[in-house]
């Protein structure tokens, strides 16, 4: 993921303040499937990390999580953990990462500063992140609060997991940390709100006493008669370190939560995000040669309103158009390609590439023609042949009409249109009168903007060779065999005759 990215704020009103209690574990929370457990050992986790990340399709979905103290980070991960029910979900705090204070150290606890980054051991996060992230099983250090201590010869197993969320005031502060990561949420509640948080529950939770919580805790809050004569702890460490190190942090944030875990709007499309995520990379996983745009909220949000049904039909063309102009030159990356040097207006000599000579389009009538404007548009001067392959009613059954294809095209590499994938039987009609034709299986590269598991299914076991490059994969198909939440029919909806 790129470093600086624009974050997206949401501004959506929060939905009403009921908080799920979680499934919290002494710093893990789990859905039911989890596979996290204590565990007491002496034998601390194996040290190398050996960093072998290279397939992201084949990986753990790295969630970080940061704000304030108090902010609401937990409820933000007790939702979206109980709203990814059917997937291994495993929780790591940062806390449980506190090196612990020395003899020393102790004896002047209270000066010790908790949220200063260097308070944590971020070498030995990362070698756990990493690791799980590799898909093996860590042991995260448990934490004593109470003593400032970490118990030195118990940790908790964590194995692997789809999701792992990493949360903490903190975790955004080192880049290699934030490099693991796929998703960065920033929680994002009022000061006020926060300091009002953490003295209830200081005192409530922790038994500890409203001075020595405003103590580490207060400072911007002066305008409160309460806190006037607070000076210490929270103006001199916590209130600080959020200024100098926390909120510095939040311009790496992807989507940033106002009001934290009220706001059930933003955590519900987070959910939503994740499940597509997740979804994708089951598939990725068994089938490599799919391929799927990398998803932002901008996709997301043109995704959101081809699908919406009350969108005006000049909308529903435009937004395509947008999406399908991303797919398409994505689908032009897979192409192979010849080095080549140029001589720039310095002088000086550029190496980069050539591209494809030997390629042509086939769309498949109809809906597959409103793919063609956008290869065209990158491709000048493009050859693109037609298959018309006939739906019958329901039945999921097609037949092939009619084909007009270069004579050529055993010598190029195809790039075959059509922005729906639902059973795969159209594709696989067109696929197999291509290789009829002499093209070769991965000389194919099938372009769509949404595609049906159903259908990638269908068309990667008989051709494991091609290559398909979609926008998003929905769920399934219903029993009409449309896609599943889909967008209706693409040909009638894009060209106009569904009314
Ligand atoms: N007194 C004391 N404070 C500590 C110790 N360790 C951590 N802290 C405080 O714990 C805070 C970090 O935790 P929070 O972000 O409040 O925890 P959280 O429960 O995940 O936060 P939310 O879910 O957002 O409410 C820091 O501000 C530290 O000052 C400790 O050993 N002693
Ligand atoms: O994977 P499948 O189950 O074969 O379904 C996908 C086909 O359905 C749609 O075409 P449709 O038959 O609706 O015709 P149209 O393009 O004329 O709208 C779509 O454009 C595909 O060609
Ligand atoms: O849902 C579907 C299925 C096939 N074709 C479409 O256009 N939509």
């Not at 692997?160 to 969320?165: G, K, L, M, Q, W």
């Not at 005006?312 to 947008?322: G, M, Q, T």
């Amino acid at each position: 993921m790129p470093e600086e990215k624009t974050s997206m704020e949401y501004v959506m009103e929060a939905a009403s303040g009921a908080h799920f209690s979680g499934l919290r574990v002494d710093g893990l929370l789990r859905s039911s499937s989890s596979l996290s457990s204590p565990t007491s050992t002496s034998s601390p986790p194996p040290s190398s990390l050996s960093a072998t990340i290279t397939d992201s399709s084949k990986q753990p979905f790295v969630i970080g999580v940061s704000g304030g103290t108090a902010s609401g980070k937990t409820t933000v991960c007790d939702l979206i953990i109980q709203q990814l029910h059917d997937h291994r979900v495993v929780l790591v705090n940062q806390d449980s990462f506190y090196r612990g204070l020395t003899a020393e150290e102790s004896e002047h606890v209270h000066e010790y500063n908790f949220d200063h980054p260097d308070a944590f051991d971020t070498e030995q996060l990362l070698e756990c992140v990493g690791k799980l992230k590799c898909g093996q099983s860590v042991h995260v250090p448990i934490y004593d609060f109470k003593n400032h201590r970490r118990c030195s010869e118990s940790f908790r197993q964590v194995n692997a997991s789809d999701v792992i969320i990493l949360e903490g005031i903190l975790v955004f502060h080192d880049q290699r940390v934030r490099n693991l990561m796929n998703m960065k949420i920033f929680v994002d509640t009022d000061a006020d709100v926060r300091l009002a948080r953490r003295i209830r529950r200081d005192t409530v939770e922790r038994g500890r006493d409203v001075n020595s919580v405003l103590e580490q805790a207060s400072a911007n809050f002066n305008s409160l008669p309460i806190f006037t004569a607070v000076s210490s702890w929270y103006a001199k460490f916590v209130k600080p370190a959020f200024d100098d190190f926390v909120l510095p942090s939040k311009k790496y944030a992807d989507v940033i939560i106002p009001r934290g875990g009220d706001n059930h709007v933003a955590v519900d499309l987070i959910v939503q995000h994740i499940h597509t995520k997740l979804g994708q990379h089951d598939l990725c996983k068994i089938y490599p040669n799919v391929y799927v745009i990398q998803s932002t909220f901008q996709i997301r949000g043109m995704h959101t309103l081809i699908r919406d049904r009350e969108i005006s039909k000049h909308d529903f063309v435009f937004y395509s158009d947008r999406l399908i102009r991303l797919v398409v030159e994505h689908g032009l990356g897979h192409l192979p390609f010849t080095e080549k040097q140029v001589v720039t207006p310095t002088g000086s000599v550029y190496t980069g590439v050539d591209f494809c000579k030997k390629l042509c389009g086939v769309s498949i009538v109809r809906s597959g023609e409103s793919m063609e404007n956008a290869l065209r548009a990158c491709c000048k001067g493009i050859k693109i042949g037609k298959i018309l392959i006939h739906r019958d009613g329901d039945n999921g059954q097609q037949q092939l009409i009619y084909e007009k294809l270069p004579k050529d095209i055993s010598e190029r590499h195809v790039l075959l249109l059509d922005p729906v994938l639902a059973t795969g039987n159209s594709a696989n009609q067109a696929i197999e009168l291509l290789i009829q034709k002499g093209v070769p299986e991965s000389h194919i590269i099938f372009l769509n903007l949404i595609s049906a598991p159903e259908g990638i299914h269908c068309v990667c076991k008989r051709f494991p060779a091609l290559k398909i490059v979609t926008s998003e994969i929905d769920e399934a198909l219903n029993d009409e065999f449309r896609v599943i939440p889909g967008l209706g029919e693409f040909g009638d909806r894009y060209f106009g005759t569904d009314d």
